[in-house]
């Protein structure tokens, strides 16, 4: 069951690069693939104020007439007043290095990825473990839509309306042991079908982790679909997390595996590069990671930049998670 508070939304006009700029980014990216896996995320990361907004150039989506619309969603701002990012921006320019790490490539690159038939295997330290369809999960767990901004640690934005269910629910169907005290997640690891994961670059498939609290905690979403519509493959099809006070490269995609465990998981990003990007990555502007600050990002289809908040703005929510921690070390 899909819930909804209300429909009809009005989008702000995005800003189109023009084709010379996007020239010359492609060359950039070009340029990129030649580094190693550390520099990546940085290689594609964040820019100073400018004059165009990095977005796609409006190109059409991949996967057919379906993907060219968004559907209704509840409201037209998150619950700051930010408006909705366009739908176009969302479903074209993505991280997904799988498939490539050319953001404005990646819709096309993932336009084939088989979603269906799809199964999530659920399992470790849990009384019930078991294999779930993605029609299943669905069916189980009623989909709320539900407004979050996205922050990458790239040092750019959107704000994206999720539908999908809260983690915790499927935790508490599987039931985990005492002994759990964190939650491991795999993407589907299918080099024929994904031919970045035919690079050696990282260690795949794409791991993420979180505490076994931050996975209970209601913000964290089971991700099935976006705009009122299912995910597309470039989003991280048919079922991605998303956990919105934290850097985007938490919010793991295409997943097919999780499991409780009783030790810290190392993530991809953890493996490649641990002085660059830690297991908690919470958004924290004060602390700059160590080739860019975090202080500012750029909100896809904006002009300038706007100032990095705290968790991204989860902070009522989710600073007691990390009472007496220090985020800096803990970073
Ligand atoms: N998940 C997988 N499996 N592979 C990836 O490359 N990129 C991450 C995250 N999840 C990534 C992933 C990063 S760096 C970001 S910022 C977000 O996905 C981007 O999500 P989006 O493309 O839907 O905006």
């Known amino acids: 069951m899909l819930i909804k508070k209300q429909t009809g939304i009005e989008i702000p006009p995005s800003q189109i690069t023009p084709e010379h700029i996007y020239r010359s980014r492609r060359r950039f990216m070009q340029g990129a693939a030649a580094l190693s896996a550390t520099a990546l995320l940085a290689a594609c990361g964040p820019q100073g104020n400018t004059a165009v907004t990095d977005a796609p150039r409006g190109r059409a989506a991949t996967t057919g007439d379906e993907g060219k619309e968004p559907g209704q969603v509840a409201a037209a701002t998150d619950e700051l007043g930010d408006s909705l990012t366009k739908y176009q921006d969302i479903i074209t320019y993505n ?3 799988e498939f490539t790490t050319d953001k404005q490539t990646v819709s096309f690159m993932a336009a084939d990825l088989r979603t269906s038939p799809w ?8 009384r019930n473990p078991g294999v779930y369809d993605i029609d299943d999960l669905r069916a189980q767990f009623d989909q709320e839509e539900r407004i979050y901004r996205l922050r990458c640690v790239e040092a750019w934005s959107m704000v994206i309306p999720w539908i999908g269910f809260p983690l915790h629910k499927l935790l508490a169907a599987v039931e985990p042991l005492a002994a759990a005290t964190h939650v491991r997640f795999e993407t589907l690891y299918d080099p024929e079908q994904m031919p970045g994961q035919k690079s050696s670059w990282f260690d795949w498939p794409y791991v993420e982790g979180l505490r076994l609290d931050e996975a209970q905690h209601d913000l964290t979403l089971l991700a099935t679909g976006l705009y009122g519509k299912d995910l597309l493959p470039q989003n991280g099809a048919p079922l991605r997390l998303v956990v919105p006070w934290k850097y985007g490269f938490k919010s793991i995609k295409s997943i097919v595996k999780i499991d409780l465990v009783e030790t810290q998981p190392t993530s991809l990003w953890m ?6 990007y830690g297991f908690y990555a919470n958004v924290n502007p ?16 904006e002009l300038g930049r706007r100032e990095t908040l705290k968790f991204n703005g989860y902070e009522a929510q989710v600073a007691s998670l990390y009472n007496g921690e220090d985020l800096r070390e803990n970073f």
Do not use: M
Request: aromatic share 10%.
């Open 95 to 97: 991280n997904y290095y």
């Open 119 to 126: 199964q999530v295997e659920v399992g470790g330290l849990v």
């Open 271 to 276: 493996a490649s590069a641990p002085n660059e």
């Open 286 to 301: 004060e602390a700059p990671h160590p080739r860019w600050s975090q202080a500012s990002e750029r909100r896809i289809g």
